[in-house]
């Protein structure tokens, strides 16, 4: 028989209650005054790692991402005659996506490649030689590979932008750029002199691993007062937790890093809990810490957001999914239009986006 | 040396003879008056269930897709800036060219899934997380599994249309959709007042387990005046042809069932005969009845026609290709103008086709 | 610590000196008066084997190449509405993403198949039920195959054109197209009356079983008066180095064909050096005469070129990539442009680009 509440399964709807933090951008576009000037160098170099960002260069991709979240179909043409090389070696659909409908919004081609055996690569070529291909090919790359060098090596060769989505367990430089221009969207206040008080933020992950976690913590580094405490939750010694060098430019830049084992006592000060368990290394995933969870009984702060990169397990539990926390989905929906504006300025369309230039 | 028929090996024609039934769908056209406000109820649905549509709105989805397959390019631009996630979970290439194509001859762009081990789900990801990262990234989903309850489970999540392209031995509507409208291309008299006889349909299939089947005669059950007798071939029991209340809501409907375990004593009185021999059953394919067999000297009714969703195996001859009983090759090239239809009120584009809004 | 060398990393340069024989297709295009008529046979052919060219096409394709590399911008919409169903049973990135990129470049939509599993091929489907279904959705195909007859059976149902992307051993006529395409963009004199000296060609392959080496023969035998001698390198038998008739082929043509098995000897005096030491043959890679190895210690002449259809491995030494003896870059260049307009005119839109129709 029909089953009667089909109709209902059925049906859905589009909208929904601003629960999950799609705070609209137009405070950020406020705190931030345009100048396109802090972009232009984004035209002539590859985005490799988070160390290559400064701070102004920072406000005006998270401005011009703003700007395209406030009105997403004003640019629909933008990156016409571009066509774009989606070269994930490593699998994902998650990023693969985000950058390919980053693409899309903007009127340019794609060419995915979504298996490395079908590659040269299996027939011994050189990913300098790769690079010089998609020299002829497109106008702009996209790689992810479990290789940490892949991407550098092919930066030797290439004449047209790339962008690391992820090098094996070293950086994923996007990733951070749309988190923490999701942070600066819920507090714009922390870019203006009305800097109301600096956020503690609460980081579950590894450091030394984990490459979502590796170039967030070096981007917090061109804001040092807009941050109180950085917290970094992990059961492991900090020799362990960091790699040479990564804790000392932490603090050098002026961050108070701090680290704890248990969760739970650091999250009645956390203003922003960042939380990602799950690490690919090498050639599968591991799960850090199954003893790091948060649900709706966890000892939040009552204005306290959750980010999470995503794909999570059951380190994030659904709970807090439709309560005030949860802005992880607004962090991914956010990190469409982050990459819009990157892209934007690396294949030298910024001009055609901004209001002076 | 060169091939002296070589030339000749490489010309090809582009038109061909109308013996393949590409029936010019005027005549559908005219039987039926455009209502778009039975469309309407589309822009708010996921396509998951063939029982999900009524007749009004069935004839209204057959009006639109005969107007778009009588005039192919007027419509180039209707889905301007869409982007549809074309998710195949489960391998296909028919499936997805299809609605690939269907989309892109409507002016949207793609993102394509081909490979399951690829997405999340490797990582534990949950198909509701799934669905929530799609709302941000595309404005429709394709999504065809060998499991079952996927895409219920990702409609849960969704504030995007989806469109379910197979969900294991369950269902596939868009391909009844497809089928039911070859058969009122063929006989739009079936609509109108001037209605002649009505169909014997022949079905070579098995309801219990074939999604193909089991969609089309959930459609069926809206326009029981158009057909006279529906006779299932199969060798198997009632009991074992039929899922638990399948057999009742064909007859409540008004249709007159039979079943027959000998296909050339049903011949002589069909006037469609369907056929579809291939089963995917989990994980591999499952050939029902080699004893099941049409070609050019089985018992045919000089007018019948056939159809076959495709791939086909020994069980529908070559030698029929190229006589008039062949509709199989018109089902699948309307299956994209159906599709064209169907997505076009998902994403709620139909006033940009519709004469009257 | 930040890496100091970072901003120089990461900084890249889109132009470069034109070393790599990015010649201006302008003397090309003086060399050759267009004649559209000559193209027009294209627009009801498949191409499937380097032998269906005349000399009169081949100017005209090349002649309209150039066209298109002198000013690529110009055409960004020759190829509006159209779909390419690019097709790669055998993996393949490099020549899947030269003609994907030139279909984008003329503003075509696309599909991709990489995966043969996913095809109905897996069900037992039939290529020409695999060509009747293309028909439906694109209007142009795009195959390779480790089948060499995969192509010729899709052929028997195709009403759409298609191009042979490489079947086997058999053939690449695109590959070699791109390949004297490139010579004549070098010595563009070859085809005036200004002819200088013939070339020497020196090949480095193996005839009988390497796909790009085979059709690039038979073109050469559409202009034996700019080729001198045709020197193969191998250590074979010549009854093993070629095919029966093939070596009758080309010298009936009037090409004279030496054979060799010391590259360095036949190096002084070559003009063009061919080399491509690696055969797909059914389901792995061979490598051919490691022993045959080009290196900046060659003894080339002073303004010989080298090709190499690319991938490459040991054979083609990267201390040749920045001297003048480069043109497989520019080779590789300049496919995308070739493939540009034979795709143009196979789906009849050549009156687009053509200044007299």
């Known amino acids: 028989m029909v089953?009667?509440?089909?109709?209902?399964?059925?049906?859905?709807?589009?909208?929904?209650?601003?629960?999950?933090?799609?705070?609209?951008?137009?405070?950020?576009?406020?705190?931030?005054?345009?100048?396109?000037?802090?972009?232009?160098?984004?035209?002539?170099?590859?985005?490799?790692?988070?160390?290559?960002?400064?701070?102004?260069?920072?406000?005006?991709?998270?401005?011009?991402?703003?700007?395209?979240?406030?009105?997403?179909?004003?640019?629909?043409?933008?990156?016409?005659?571009?066509?774009?090389?989606?070269?994930?070696?490593?699998?994902?659909?998650r990023t693969r996506l985000s950058f390919e409908s980053a693409w899309h919004r903007l009127g340019g081609d794609i060419m995915s490649i979504t298996d490395r055996s079908t590659t040269g690569i299996a027939k011994g070529e050189s990913?300098?030689?790769?690079?010089?291909?998609?020299?002829?090919?497109?106008?702009?790359?996209?790689?992810?590979?479990?290789?940490?060098?892949s991407v550098r090596e092919m930066m030797g060769a290439l004449r047209i932008p790339i962008i690391n989505a992820g090098n094996g367990t070293d950086e994923h430089p996007t990733q951070a750029l749309a988190d923490l221009y999701t942070i600066f969207k819920w507090r714009p206040d922390l870019l203006t002199e009305e800097r109301g008080q600096p956020l503690n933020l609460c980081i579950v992950g590894l450091p030394s691993k984990m490459r979502t976690v590796r170039s967030l913590l070096k981007l917090l580094c061109d804001f040092p007062e807009c941050f109180g405490t950085v917290t970094i939750i992990n059961d492991l010694t900090i020799e362990e937790m960091f790699c040479q060098d990564q804790l000392e430019q932490l603090t050098e830049a002026g961050l108070n890093i701090k680290t704890l084992d248990c969760l739970?006592?650091?999250?009645?000060?956390?203003?922003?809990?960042?939380?990602?368990?799950?690490?690919?290394?090498?050639?599968?995933?591991?799960?850090?810490?199954?003893?790091?969870?948060?649900?709706?009984?966890?000892?939040?702060?009552?204005?306290?957001?959750?980010?999470?990169?995503?794909?999570?397990?059951?380190?994030?539990?659904?709970?807090?999914?439709?309560?005030?926390?949860?802005?992880?989905?607004?962090?991914?929906?956010?990190?469409?239009?982050?990459?819009?504006?990157?892209?934007?300025?690396?294949?030298?369309?910024?001009?055609?986006?901004l209001d002076v230039i």
């Open 3 to 93: 089953d009667p509440n089909l109709e209902k399964v059925v049906h859905f709807e589009r909208d929904r209650p601003d629960v999950q933090g799609d705070a609209h951008p137009k405070k950020l576009l406020r705190a931030i005054i345009e100048d396109g000037d802090h972009l232009t160098k984004l035209s002539a170099q590859h985005i490799y790692s988070a160390d290559q960002f400064d701070r102004d260069t920072l406000l005006q991709l998270f401005r011009l991402a703003a700007k395209y979240e406030a009105n997403p179909g004003r640019f629909a043409t933008s990156l016409d005659g571009q066509i774009l090389i989606s070269a994930f070696y490593e699998p994902s659909t």
């Open 127 to 149: 990913l300098r030689d790769v690079g010089e291909m998609f020299n002829n090919y497109g106008d702009c790359v996209v790689l992810r590979d479990t290789e940490e060098s």
């Open 264 to 353: 739970n006592d650091a999250l009645p000060e956390a203003d922003v809990v960042y939380i990602n368990a799950i690490s690919w290394e090498g050639d599968s995933f591991k799960q850090y810490g199954s003893v790091y969870h948060l649900d709706a009984d966890s000892p939040l702060k009552e204005n306290a957001i959750i980010l999470h990169p995503l794909a999570r397990g059951e380190e994030l539990c659904t709970s807090l999914d439709s309560t005030p926390h949860n802005w992880y989905f607004s962090q991914a929906r956010g990190a469409v239009f982050l990459r819009m504006a990157l892209l934007t300025c690396l294949v030298q369309r910024a001009e055609r986006v």
